[in-house]
Structures are given as structure tokens and as C-alpha cells.
């Protein structure tokens, strides 16, 4: 019997409103839909997965300082702390725990400000702009390549 990688999931501040916010940009599903669609994909995947969402700052850096020993991988989608939060950077490169930084639109094609990632330094990657499928590709990176650290 293979034993199952258990991914959690963080979302950070504003995706608690997906399906109301900027639905041009982030579309109508909700955050709940994003979870049933992702528990869907985790468990073809042959992958258990968890959920975390906060708006604060210091409840994210919790979430990842609690992981180890208990995920093998974080998918992180920290909103617009991707841009400016050493502290979460620094929680990321505190962990023994692979990261892989997620966001639903093409961080890259928009706003200046949204090119510059400082998590992604001590993340294994990042992707960006496929919408929920965003995270079902960082789902099957994670089943695929087990071997890699963070990037620190």
C-alpha cells in the first residue's frame, strides 16, 4: 500500500473572496470551489491535501512554521505578500518543507509591482496565470519530483 504525500495549501489575503474579487481577472468560482476541485485532483493523484487561509501576515508564517513532520510539500499562494514579505520568505527558507508559490493570473503580465517575488529565491518554483489549474499543475509536480529542496 503506497503511502499518501500530504500537501497543504495556503491562501493568502483577498482569496477568501475569489468569485466576487476582480472576477475579469480571478474569474466567478469561489475559494470552496477551488478546494472541492483541488481535492478532486489530489485524489487521482493519489495525494492528501489540506487548506489554510488567512489574511494575516503572521497566521501564514504559523501555517508554514507548523509544517514540517507534517506536509511534504506547501503550495503557497500568498496574494500580495509575494511582493513584499521577507517575513514569509524567511519562514519558507526556515523550513526543511519543498514550497511551491502559485498564483491564478499571470503575475508577470500585470501590474509593475507584481513581477518582483521575493519568496520565490527559497521556493522549488512558481507557477502563474492557469487559473485553479495553477495549483493542479503544482499537485502533479509534487507527485512527480519528490527529490528537490527549497531553493535556498
Not at 529565491?121 to 489549474?133: L, M
Request: hydrophobic share 35%.
Amino acid at each position: 500500500m503506497e503511502i499518501k504525500k500530504h500537501i497543504l495549501i495556503i491562501n493568502g489575503p483577498n482569496l477568501n473572496r475569489l468569485g466576487s474579487r476582480e472576477p475579469g481577472v480571478y474569474g466567478a468560482k469561489t475559494l470552496d470551489d477551488l478546494q472541492n476541485e483541488l481535492e478532486t485532483a489530489a485524489s487521482a493523484l493519489s495525494l492528501d491535501v489540506s487548506f489554510k487561509q488567512s489574511n494575516s501576515e503572521g497566521e501564514i508564517i504559523d501555517f508554514i512554521h507548523e509544517s514540517p513532520n507534517r506536509h511534504e510539500g506547501i503550495i503557497l499562494n500568498a496574494g500580495a505578500y509575494t511582493h513584499y514579505s521577507y517575513a514569509i520568505r524567511d519562514a519558507i527558507a526556515s523550513v526543511d518543507v519543498p514550497v511551491i508559490e502559485v498564483h491564478l493570473s499571470n503575475v508577470h503580465a500585470r501590474d509593475d509591482f507584481r513581477k518582483e517575488s521575493v519568496i520565490a529565491p527559497v521556493t522549488i518554483g512558481q507557477i502563474s496565470g492557469f487559473g485553479f489549474d495553477s495549483y493542479k499543475l503544482a499537485l502533479h509536480a509534487f507527485r512527480t519530483n519528490t527529490d528537490r529542496g527549497n531553493g535556498k
